[in-house]
């Protein structure tokens, strides 16, 4: 019923910043809870971050707080993550989900819908 697609991934400089985004086709976000997680070579997938419908209630990983920030223009579809002051250990494949209830903090079981993934590389 969604799909999510990200973009805004490359190459970037330790201390650097980019931005993400993931659209959505198919339906139309609405009341969806919207995370973004990531994942390194040999690692288990990782929360970073997650918005709710309305945007009062965000939720981040410690290891971005102060460095990352989520938002979404539910007028257009679309989920963003700004990214600043990256390190090399950001360096992943970052992954967004869609959960349909709502929740305020899913669980990485409880999203229903996944994109592609869009490789970050931080060089140091």
């Known amino acids: 019923q969604v799909q999510l697609v990200e973009s805004g991934g490359g190459l970037v400089q330790a201390g650097g910043s980019l931005r993400l985004s993931c659209a959505a086709s198919?339906?139309?976000?609405?009341?969806?809870?919207m995370g973004w997680f990531r994942q390194a070579p040999g690692k288990e997938r990782e929360f970073v971050t997650s918005i709710t419908w309305g945007g009062g209630s965000t939720y981040y990983a410690d290891s971005v707080k102060g460095r990352f920030t989520i938002s979404r223009d539910n007028a257009k579809n679309t989920v963003y993550l700004q990214m600043n002051s990256l390190k090399p250990e950001d360096t992943a494949v970052y992954y967004c989900?869609?959960?349909?209830?709502?929740?305020?903090?899913?669980?990485?079981?409880?999203?229903?819908?996944w994109g592609q993934g869009t490789q970050v590389t931080v060089s140091s």
């Open positions: 989900a869609a959960d349909l209830h709502g929740l305020r903090y899913p669980t990485v079981y409880e999203y229903d819908y």
């Open positions: 198919g339906r139309t976000l609405r009341g969806y809870t």
